[in-house]
């Protein structure tokens, strides 16, 4: 089993539609959740940090369950511009601080 | 703002060949890390450094070794190419603090043939 889990997709959603994406991860000392978007062929880039209480940027929404041990991101009003593969990371500190990246997650958003 | 450069951004190789993917940072970041991407897989750690002198291995290290000398730069060196080692190479930098940004060159592909 990875110890960063996500679906992979795709998913093909309509412009305006809402989606959200879902991550497992099994290292129960993991302290840091982040989200990353990655464009084709690009190099990943931070969307969002993950804290516990939950937190929003515009149409962005993430949340953290820690006795679940998932992490989730929500999109409202999806716009092509968010077609990309979105990768969900978390940092252990029992690891060495290093960075473990879930397989991510392709959206694809129609028009 | 150079941020994390990488080079070269693609290479074609021999099997049996070796190489050596440069990466360099400008932010005075104590962790540095090398990743490959294949399809399907997301981002495999490959080796990573805690500071300068300072390396250790990743999820998938056979085949490859690295050297942190100084703290702005990380090369990985491909001993012996195999096309198994057919990938996209992303190097990574970012400070020891929690929730921190970790910031990418922008990668190079390889392919061994």
Redesign the interface.
């Known amino acids: 089993r990875k110890e960063v889990e996500?679906d992979?997709g795709p998913f093909n959603v309509p412009e305006g539609a809402t989606v959200a994406f879902n991550c497992t991860y099994s290292n129960s000392a993991s302290?840091?959740f982040?989200w990353y978007r990655q464009d084709c062929?690009?190099?990943?880039?931070?969307l969002m940090?993950v804290y516990s209480s939950g937190n929003e940027d515009g149409r962005f929404t993430a949340q953290l369950n820690r006795a679940s041990q998932y992490i989730s991101l929500l999109i409202r009003d999806s716009k092509l511009s968010d077609s990309a593969t979105y990768?969900c990371?978390v940092?252990s500190y029992n690891q060495?601080?290093?960075?473990?990246?879930?397989?991510?997650t392709e959206l694809s958003v129609k028009p | 703002n150079a941020g994390v450069t990488q080079t070269p951004k693609f290479q074609v190789l021999k099997t049996g060949q070796s190489m050596t993917l440069q990466c360099a940072q400008d932010m005075n970041h104590e962790?540095m890390?090398w990743?490959r991407q294949d399809p399907?897989?997301?981002?495999?750690?490959i080796h990573?450094s805690?500071g300068a002198g300072i390396t250790?291995q990743?999820e998938v290290p056979n085949g490859y070794n690295v050297s942190r000398s100084t703290t702005e730069d990380f090369p990985l060196r491909l001993l012996s190419a195999a096309p198994s080692q057919t990938s996209?190479y992303?190097c990574?930098s970012?400070t020891?603090s929690?929730?921190t940004?970790?910031f990418?060159?922008?990668?190079t592909r390889l392919t061994v043939v």
């Open positions: 996500q992979p302290q840091s982040f062929r690009k190099e990943p880039k931070l940090s990768l990371v940092i060495g601080g290093k960075l473990i990246f879930g397989q991510g | 962790y890390s990743y399907g897989m997301g981002l495999r750690l990573y805690v250790d990743g996209v992303f990574a970012r020891p929690l929730n940004e970790a990418f060159g922008q990668g």
